[in-house]
């Protein structure tokens, strides 16, 4: 199996850029779409704030060459 060298990783970049991502999804205005379409984009919008959120609140650390992110449930 070939190794290859990695780029540099900053933990805390990977964060912050969840933490404005997750800032992004709550600011954006809801566009002029009506019925099923509006509810569908509200929905996605919740998991997108969620899904963001979530990283963006964890503790991350780099392990074993491996991305652990520690996130609270509660």
Same mark, same amino acid.
């Given at each position: 199996? &070939? ?6 990783f900053n933990v805390e970049e990977f964060v912050a850029r969840f933490r404005e ?8 205005? +809801? ?31 780099? &392990?074993? &060459?491996?991305?652990?992110?520690? +996130?609270?449930?509660?």
């Amino acid at each position: 199996m &070939e190794v290859r060298e990695v780029a540099a990783f900053n933990v805390e970049e990977f964060v912050a850029r969840f933490r404005e991502r997750a800032q992004a999804v709550k600011d954006r205005g +809801i566009p002029p779409v009506e019925g099923e379409a509006r509810r569908a984009f509200i929905k996605h919008a919740e998991n997108d704030y969620m899904d963001f959120s979530l990283v963006a609140g964890a503790v991350a650390s780099v &392990e074993d &060459e491996h991305l652990v992110l520690r +996130i609270p449930l509660s």
